[in-house]
């Protein structure tokens, strides 16, 4: 289920883009972006901090990598229409914090945004403006590898994520561009989704991206 949008829109300043960044569990989305968060860019690039009802895994932080909520404190920002976006996804629930995305295109700042391809299709439906990026690995075989090696889900919930990411592979087509995330080679990942960006910003200059303030 997802939060609509509402009135009271406020454009992106200075062609500021809402860049969304998918792909399946396991392709390095978070080594990526650390890797972005370590390039230069003027102005710096704001990224989006979720929400989320899942559990912290070992060395993550509150307000850093994800914001953690309890069920009832997440279901309830979703009623106050707080999230541009909301989806389950492997059986927790998951929140793109509206405010967040609204504030840093106002201020002129690109927003990154991670998220999954069910919530990437949400998004992308209420900004038409948004910008596709779909990581993909070197082949789906790696792809089971790194996600057997990192072992941070139970053997149901590894195979739930392997099911699921053969079925989030095929939505590819869906997106504006596809990069994929060889082993080894994240920098050069980063350095092409700037490239991307750069290009983007090249050939649309005055591109407006609307958000709205709340849902209905």
Request: aromatic share 6%; glycine share 10%.
């Amino acid at each position: 289920m997802t939060d609509g949008l509402g009135s009271d829109g406020m454009n992106g300043a200075n062609g500021a883009m809402l860049v969304i960044i998918s792909g399946p569990s396991g392709v390095g989305k978070d080594t990526i972006i650390d890797a972005l968060k370590e390039r230069h860019h003027d102005p710096d690039y704001h990224y989006v901090v979720t929400c989320t009802t899942r559990g912290r895994r070992p060395g993550e932080v509150d307000g850093v990598d994800y914001h953690f909520l309890d069920r009832d404190a997440f279901a309830g920002q979703r009623a106050a229409g707080e999230f541009l976006e909301a989806s389950q996804v492997h059986e927790n629930w998951y929140g793109t914090p509206r405010g967040q995305v609204r504030e840093a295109l106002a201020a002129g700042r690109d927003v990154i945004l991670k998220i999954d391809v069910q919530g990437a299709a949400i998004v992308k439906g209420k900004v038409p403006g948004a910008l596709l990026i779909f990581i993909v690995p070197p082949s789906l075989e790696d792809l089971f590898q790194r996600l057997r090696t990192r072992a941070t889900e139970t053997a149901d919930e590894l195979e739930v994520r392997q099911r699921n990411a053969a079925i989030e592979l095929a939505r590819a087509d869906d997106y504006d561009y596809v990069v994929t995330n060889e082993t080894g080679q994240v920098e050069r990942t980063a350095e092409r989704i700037d490239e991307i960006i750069a290009a983007e910003h090249a050939r649309h200059p005055q591109r407006r991206v609307e958000v709205y303030s709340r849902s209905p």
